[in-house]
C-alpha cells in the first residue's frame, strides 16, 4: 500500500515552539521570493531549444550523480541505471532503471536529495503517495506523460518557478551558441554564462590540447605565446561579458596560487605548451593563473569564484568503464592561508575586486575562510557547497562563519546544480535553513527579530545580487 | 550524606518535549534488543573458563584506561590505583586504590565513563546511592560480594546481558585456545574470535620476531619468504573462519595501502625479515599488507575493519614505567583520500567485498569518509570510536555523515571493549543517542515516524547484522 | 527613529523552556561573581596613571581590531576610521570615524563583537537606544562626556566591575615600570603581569636585536652566550614574580618543540645571536625554548601557556601602509601531538608543572588537544581563544572537549582582551555559554542538577584560582 507524500510546511524548522514560531514568521517574509541562481551547470541548450525533455530516468535519474553515486554504493551496478559506458548505449530501458531506483528509495532517507526529490515529486509533478517499489511505475508513467506537455518544457517551468536570473558554466573554448540563441529567440528569461577556463588551464585534463586549439581559433591569438594566451582571455572574457557573465569560475585541485614574474611565467609557459611539463608545472600554472584571473577582474569586474578541493575520478576501475563525473570525485584536506597569499599580495586591497572562496573542506570555515573573509575587502564567502549543501552542512556553515566573517562577507546561496528541475527545492531548503538559524538567534536574544527579516532578505536576495554584481 | 543514584528514564533525550517524545517511542522500539557486538576486546578466557572475578578494583578500575587516565590527568599516581609497574606488582592494594577512585569521582562529570560506570552501578550491582568518598567501602563491598556468587560468573552476566553475538579480537598467532574451549564446552553462548594480524604485520612492534616465530609454528609456511608468509595468513584466516570468525582487524598509525608489484613486495619483505628495514619501510609494509588482506577477503569472504590514526605510547615516562596501553595513545591527523586509493584501484569495485573505516580524526567524516563510502560499494563507515564513542561524538558521527553517506552505509555500533561489565551501558547510550538524532528528524520533518522505526531497528540490529555477515 | 537596546536578561540560554528554565538557575548563582582576569593585554599604564580616557573612538573603535577588521572588510579605509599609518597621524577626526563606524554596526549582526559592544553601550554608559547613523552623535557625545569624569577613570572602573584579579603581558625587555607604579601609589586592586618573552625568543621579529640588547642591559648577563641567555631568563622570571606574575606566555607560529642537547643548544644560539640562522633555526630555536622555559617552570613554578598558530600580518599591502595588529592575522592548520612530544618527554610527569594550551584550530580539540589533557597531569587545556571566543565557539570548546578532558582539565574563562571596557561583557557572555551547556547536561540527565551548580562556580572561579595559582 503506498504510503502518503505530504511536504510538511514547518518542515526544517526547529522543533522548539517558540523557535519555530519565529522561523515560520521570518519564513513568510521571503519563502516566496523570486529565485536567484548566480552559479550552476544546467545545460543552456535546453532554453534555447525549448525541447521537452524525454523520460523520468533521462531528466532525474541518469544525469544525477548526487542520486546514484548512493545507489552504487550499495551495489547497484550503473549499467542497471541507465548510466552509459564510455561511448556506450545504456544497458537497461529506462523504465526498468526508474524501478531499481523506486525499490532502493529508502537509501536517500536522511539525505538532501531525498529531500529534494520529494519537493520535485509533490511540487513539480503533484505526487501524493511515497515513491516506493510499488509507485514506480505510476511514477514513471506520470512524470513521463506530463514531460510530453508543454508546461513541462523548460523554458514553462521557468517561468512557473519564478526564477529572476540563472547562470550557467561554459569553457572558455565554448562558442557560446546556445547563449546567442537564447538572446536572438526574443525569450526573456535572464540566463547569462559564466567564464570557466579550467580546460584551458589545466594541462592535465586529457582534452587540454582540443580546448586550447580551440581557444586559439576563437580569439585569432596566438595562445602558444603568454602574452597572446593572455591576450586570448582577455577576448573571451569580452566575449562572455557581452553574452550577459557577470563571474569567471575556477575549480581547481588545491586554492594554491602563485606570483611569479614575467620572465618565470614565459619560461613556464613554455614547458606547458612545449608538453615538458611535469605535475608541479602544472599546478604552478594553475597556480599562476588564479592571480591572472584576479588581475584581469580587476580590469573589468567579472567576480571569481574559486572551488577547490576536489580528487576528480578517484574509482579508476569506474572511470575506465563508465569515464568522468560518475559520483567519483572525493574532496581532499585544503589549505587557503598560505595558499592565497601569493595572489592577494597583488590584489588582497583591491575594494572593487570580489573574489568568493568555496570548500569541500568544513575544517577551514572557521580557522581560515571566515577570519580571512573577515578581513580582506575582496574576500567573500561561497556557501556551503556541493556535499554540504545539505541542512547539517548548511547550519554549520553558518555557525562556524558567522561569529568571524558576519552575515554580509557572505553571497547568499548558490544551488550549483545540474538538475534543473530541483532549483526551487534547493532554494527552498536553503531559506528554510536560514531561517531555522535566523530564529534560533532571535530565540536566543542574539539579534533582534527585525534584525532578522533584515537579514533573511539579504541572504535570500541582496547579498546575491550584489556580491554578483546583477 | 550519600546522594541518590538513579538512572533517568529520559536520559540523553533532546529536553524538548516533541522531540523527547518521539525519541521515547522509538526506544520503546529497540532499546531491549539482544545485544550483537560484532567488534570488542574481552577475553575469551572468561567465558571458556567461567571464571570468577575478583573484586571491584581489578574488574572495573586497574584494567580501564579510560578511567585511570582522567585520574592519572589529575595528578593521581598509577601506583596509587594498583595498576602495575612493568613487570611488578601494584604498590597499593585493591581497597585503597578504589578509596581515591571514589574520592574523584566527580572527575568524570560530562564524560562517557562516567554514564557507563553508573549504570553498572545501577543496573549491574543495583546501587541507588551515587559513588564518592562516604561510600567508597560499600561500593567495594557490595561489588566483591557479588563477584564472588554464581550470579556474576561471566556466562551468566552474558545471559543475563541478552548477548546475542559477541565478537573478541586475537593475533595471527593466537592459538585460540580460549575459543576451542568454549566450543568444546557445549555453552551455547556465541562469541567469536577476529583476526587481527598487526602483530605479524607491524615489524616496528617490540614483539614482531616472536610474533613471526609463532606464526611460522602454528601455520608450518617458510614465513620467510613472501609466498610463504601469505600462504601463512590464509591458512590462518581458515582458522579464524572455523573458530566462527567473519571479520579481520587493521589498527595502523595510518590509512596508507599500497599496490607494489611482486617483485616489489618480494624485495620489501626480505628487507622486513633480513632486518634492514627502515621506517618508510615498516610502513610501506603496513600499506601493502592492508592491499594484501582485501584481496584475501575477496577471496574468503571476511569482512575487513581499518582503523588507523593512533601515536600509541606517547607518554615517554610512563612507558618506561608502566609499559603499553595505559591510557597514552593520542589520536593524529589522518588523511584518507590520498590513502586508501592504491588497495581501492585493486578491489574498490567488488561489491561482495566489505570494509569497515573507522577513524579518531573526526574532521574526516564529512570530508573524506562519507563521500567515500557514499561512492564505493565496498567501503561501509565504522560508528564513532574511542575518544568519540561518546553521546557528542555519536551525534556529530551521525550529523557529519548522513547527509552524504545515508544511514545504509553504517554499520551499527560498536562498544569496542575491554570491560565488559560496561557493554549493556555502552550499547544503551548508543540506542539512545541514536533514536535522539532520529527523533530531530522526524520532529524536523526530515523523516516519517515509520522511516525512524525502520532505521532504529537497522542501526540496532538489521545493519550490524549485514555487514559482519552474521 | 532611534530602536530601543535592551540587554534581554535571558540572552545566550536555549529556547527550550525546561532548559532555560536550569541556565537561569545556575547563571543566578554565579552571574555576579566578581571577575576573575588571569590573561588578557591591557595596558598597565592606565591603572598606575589612572588618566582620562579621551573620547568615544580612541577608547572604543580605534585600538580594537575585532571592530575595524571586519569594517576594512567591508570596504571601509582605516583612514577613515582614524587608524594611524606608520608613523602617521590618523587621517580622519575621531567623530567622523565614529559616525562610519556607526553607520556600518549593522556588519556586527551575529558576531561577539556586536554582542560586547552593546553591553558596554547599555551597561557602562546606560544607552537605551541602539547605535546607528542617527544615533551616532549621541553616542560619541554621550561616551566622550562619560570619559571626562571621575566616575570613568580606569581604576574607578575596575570597581565598578567588581575586578578582583587582572593580569597584563609584558615581554621580556619590559622594564616594568607601570607595574611598579601601580604597587608603589598604594591602590589596592590586583593587577599584575605576565612574563611574554616572545620578543627575545623569535629571531624572525623585526625587533629582536633591540630587545635583547634591553634584555642583556636589564640582566647584566652576557646574553650572547647560551649560559647568559638563560640566567637572563631566569633573572626576568624572578623580576616578574616579584611583581606579581605567577604565569609565562608564549605565541609561537606553531606548537613545535625541541629537546637538543646542551651542545646543540649552543651551536644554534651561536647562530641565532651570530646573524648566520636560516628559517629552520628560527622555528627550532622557538621550539627549544619552550622546552626551557617548561623545565624554569619546574623550578619557579610558574604556570606556562602556549598559544600557537596565528599568521601574523597575513596582507602585505595592508603591512607596508599600516604596520602589525591590523586585523589581518590569520589561524593555520596546526599540529600538538607530534610538537609537543619532545617537551613532553622532558616534563610530562611532572605533576607539579601547569602547561595550559590554546588553540586557533579547533580541528584538534577533540582529536589531539582532549585526548593530552586527559593524560599529561602537567597539561591543561585554555578556554576558547580569540576568533573563538564567541557563544558558537566556546559552545564547541565544551562539545568537543569534555566527554575526553572532563570539566576539570580546564581552567575557566580567559578574556584576553586589550578593550578594558568590554570585560565584564566578554565573562558575562562566557558564563551564560557555560550556564547554557550545563542546563542542557542536566536537561539531558547527564548530570545532576547539584553538580551543575558546583560546576559553574568551578567554571567562573575555582578552576581559575588554581590553575593560575591565585
Same mark, same amino acid.
Given at each position: 500500500?503506498?504510503?502518503?507524500?505530504?511536504?510538511?510546511?514547518?518542515?526544517?524548522?526547529?522543533?522548539?515552539?517558540?523557535?519555530? %514560531?519565529?522561523?515560520?514568521?521570518?519564513?513568510?517574509?521571503?519563502?516566496?521570493?523570486?529565485?536567484?541562481?548566480?552559479?550552476?551547470?544546467?545545460?543552456?541548450?535546453?532554453?534555447?531549444?525549448?525541447?521537452?525533455?524525454?523520460?523520468?530516468?533521462?531528466?532525474?535519474?541518469?544525469?544525477?550523480?548526487?542520486?546514484?553515486?548512493?545507489?552504487?554504493?550499495?551495489?547497484?551496478?550503473?549499467?542497471?541505471?541507465?548510466?552509459?559506458?564510455?561511448? %556506450?548505449?545504456?544497458?537497461?530501458?529506462?523504465?526498468?532503471?526508474?524501478?531499481?531506483?523506486?525499490?532502493?528509495?529508502?537509501?536517500?532517507?536522511?539525505?538532501?536529495?531525498?529531500?529534494?526529490?520529494?519537493?520535485?515529486?509533490?511540487?513539480?509533478?503533484?505526487?501524493?503517495?511515497?515513491?516506493?517499489?510499488?509507485?514506480?511505475?505510476?511514477?514513471?508513467?506520470?512524470?513521463?506523460?506530463?514531460?510530453?506537455?508543454?508546461?513541462?518544457?523548460?523554458?514553462?517551468?521557468?517561468?512557473?518557478?519564478?526564477?529572476?536570473?540563472?547562470?550557467?558554466?561554459?569553457?572558455?573554448?565554448?562558442?557560446?551558441?546556445?547563449?546567442?540563441?537564447?538572446?536572438?529567440?526574443?525569450?526573456?528569461?535572464?540566463?547569462?554564462?559564466?567564464?570557466?577556463?579550467? %580546460?584551458?588551464?589545466?594541462?592535465?585534463?586529457?582534452?587540454?590540447?582540443?580546448?586550447?586549439?580551440?581557444?586559439?581559433?576563437?580569439?585569432?591569438?596566438?595562445?602558444?605565446?603568454?602574452?597572446?594566451?593572455?591576450?586570448?582571455?582577455?577576448?573571451?572574457?569580452?566575449?562572455?561579458?557581452?553574452?550577459?557573465?557577470?563571474?569567471?569560475?575556477?575549480?581547481?585541485?588545491?586554492?594554491?596560487?602563485?606570483?611569479?614574474?614575467?620572465?618565470?611565467?614565459?619560461?613556464?609557459?613554455?614547458?606547458?605548451?612545449?608538453?615538458?611539463?611535469?605535475?608541479?608545472?602544472?599546478?604552478?600554472?594553475?597556480?599562476?593563473?588564479?592571480?591572472?584571473?584576479?588581475?584581469?577582474?580587476?580590469?573589468?569586474?567579472?567576480?571569481?569564484?574559486?572551488?577547490?578541493?576536489?580528487?576528480?575520478?578517484?574509482?579508476?576501475?569506474?572511470?575506465?568503464?563508465?569515464?568522468?563525473?560518475?559520483?567519483?570525485?572525493?574532496?581532499?584536506?585544503?589549505?587557503?592561508?598560505?595558499?592565497?597569499?601569493?595572489?592577494?599580495?597583488?590584489?588582497?586591497?583591491?575594494?572593487?575586486?570580489?573574489?568568493?572562496?568555496?570548500?569541500?573542506?568544513?575544517?577551514?570555515?572557521?580557522?581560515?575562510?571566515?577570519?580571512?573573509?573577515?578581513?580582506?575587502?575582496?574576500?567573500?564567502? %561561497?556557501?556551503?557547497?556541493?556535499?554540504?549543501?545539505?541542512?547539517?552542512?548548511?547550519?554549520?556553515?553558518?555557525?562556524?562563519?558567522?561569529?568571524?566573517?558576519?552575515?554580509?562577507?557572505?553571497?547568499?546561496?548558490?544551488?550549483?546544480?545540474?538538475?534543473?528541475?530541483?532549483?526551487?527545492?534547493?532554494?527552498?531548503?536553503?531559506?528554510?535553513?536560514?531561517?531555522?538559524?535566523?530564529?534560533?538567534?532571535?530565540?536566543?536574544?542574539?539579534?533582534?527579530?527585525?534584525?532578522?527579516?533584515?537579514?533573511?532578505?539579504?541572504?535570500?536576495?541582496?547579498?546575491?545580487?550584489?556580491?554578483?554584481?546583477?
Amino acid at each position: 500500500m503506498a504510503t502518503p507524500l505530504d511536504l510538511n510546511p514547518d518542515r526544517l524548522f526547529p522543533a522548539d515552539p517558540t523557535t519555530r %514560531g519565529i522561523a515560520r514568521t521570518l519564513y513568510k517574509e521571503i519563502g516566496a521570493l523570486p529565485i536567484v541562481s548566480p552559479h550552476g551547470h544546467t545545460d543552456p541548450t535546453w532554453f534555447a531549444t525549448d525541447a521537452k525533455w524525454e523520460n523520468a530516468t533521462t531528466l532525474l535519474l541518469a544525469p544525477d550523480h548526487y542520486v546514484f553515486r548512493m545507489l552504487y554504493s550499495q551495489g547497484v551496478a550503473l549499467d542497471d541505471l541507465a548510466i552509459p559506458r564510455r561511448g %556506450g548505449v545504456p544497458a537497461t530501458d529506462p523504465r526498468a532503471a526508474w524501478r531499481v531506483f523506486a525499490g532502493n528509495y529508502h537509501l536517500f532517507r536522511g539525505t538532501p536529495s531525498r529531500m529534494w526529490l520529494d519537493h520535485v515529486f509533490a511540487e513539480v509533478f503533484g505526487f501524493d503517495v511515497r515513491l516506493d517499489a510499488g509507485t514506480a511505475d505510476l511514477y514513471y508513467d506520470t512524470i513521463t506523460d506530463a514531460l510530453a506537455s508543454d508546461a513541462y518544457r523548460p523554458r514553462a517551468l521557468f517561468d512557473r518557478f519564478r526564477i529572476d536570473f540563472l547562470a550557467t558554466t561554459e569553457g572558455a573554448h565554448d562558442r557560446l551558441d546556445a547563449h546567442h540563441a537564447i538572446r536572438a529567440s526574443g525569450w526573456g528569461g535572464r540566463v547569462v554564462t559564466t567564464y570557466r577556463p579550467d %580546460g584551458v588551464i589545466d594541462v592535465e585534463h586529457e582534452q587540454f590540447a582540443g580546448a586550447l586549439a580551440t581557444f586559439a581559433e576563437l580569439t585569432g591569438e596566438d595562445v602558444h605565446s603568454w602574452s597572446g594566451y593572455l591576450a586570448a582571455h582577455r577576448k573571451r572574457r569580452a566575449d562572455f561579458r557581452a553574452a550577459g557573465a557577470t563571474a569567471t569560475d575556477h575549480g581547481h585541485p588545491t586554492a594554491r596560487t602563485a606570483n611569479l614574474s614575467t620572465a618565470e611565467c614565459e619560461a613556464l609557459f613554455a614547458r606547458i605548451v612545449g608538453g615538458t611539463w611535469d605535475a608541479d608545472d602544472a599546478e604552478l600554472f594553475r597556480a599562476q593563473m588564479l592571480t591572472e584571473m584576479a588581475k584581469m577582474s580587476v580590469e573589468d569586474g567579472m567576480v571569481m569564484q574559486i572551488h577547490p578541493g576536489s580528487f576528480r575520478n578517484h574509482n579508476a576501475g569506474l572511470f575506465a568503464s563508465h569515464g568522468r563525473d560518475k559520483g567519483a570525485d572525493i574532496p581532499l584536506r585544503t589549505e587557503y592561508v598560505q595558499a592565497l597569499k601569493p595572489m592577494l599580495d597583488v590584489v588582497g586591497t583591491e575594494r572593487d575586486l570580489t573574489i568568493i572562496l568555496f570548500t569541500l573542506d568544513e575544517s577551514v570555515y572557521a580557522r581560515e575562510l571566515a577570519p580571512l573573509a573577515g578581513h580582506y575587502p575582496c574576500l567573500k564567502l %561561497g556557501p556551503a557547497w556541493w556535499f554540504h549543501d545539505s541542512p547539517e552542512g548548511m547550519r554549520r556553515f553558518r555557525e562556524l562563519t558567522t561569529e568571524t566573517a558576519g552575515f554580509y562577507n557572505t553571497v547568499g546561496f548558490n544551488d550549483d546544480t545540474r538538475a534543473f528541475l530541483s532549483i526551487p527545492a534547493r532554494h527552498d531548503v536553503a531559506r528554510r535553513v536560514d531561517c531555522a538559524f535566523l530564529a534560533r538567534l532571535v530565540a536566543e536574544h542574539r539579534i533582534e527579530d527585525w534584525e532578522a527579516v533584515e537579514l533573511a532578505h539579504e541572504l535570500t536576495s541582496g547579498l546575491v545580487r550584489r556580491a554578483y554584481r546583477l
